[in-house]
């Protein structure tokens, strides 16, 4: 199947027993982890499209 992949708070929450690999932001500030999940996300199309595309 699909690799997957968790983008969660500190703890992880439940989510992390059923993800491929887990990305918690060490903070329980809601504004900061979703901004962290923002900037993960950016990072991840751009690794995509390198890899699809060249670099």
């Known amino acids: ?3 997957t992949i968790g ?3 500190a703890s992880g929450g439940k ?3 059923n993800v491929d690999y ?3 932001v060490p903070s329980e500030d809601t ?3 979703q901004e962290s999940h923002i900037m993960i ?3 991840i199309c ?3 499209e390198k ?3 060249g670099g």
Do not use: R
Request: proline share 4%; hydrophobic share 55%.
């Open 15 to 17: 989510l992390k027993e």
């Open 1 to 3: 199947g699909a690799v």
């Open 46 to 48: 751009y690794l995509i």
């Open 7 to 9: 983008l969660t708070g």
């Open 31 to 33: 504004p900061h982890i």
């Open 41 to 43: 996300g950016h990072i």
């Open 51 to 53: 890899e699809l595309f």
């Open 22 to 24: 887990l990305l918690a």
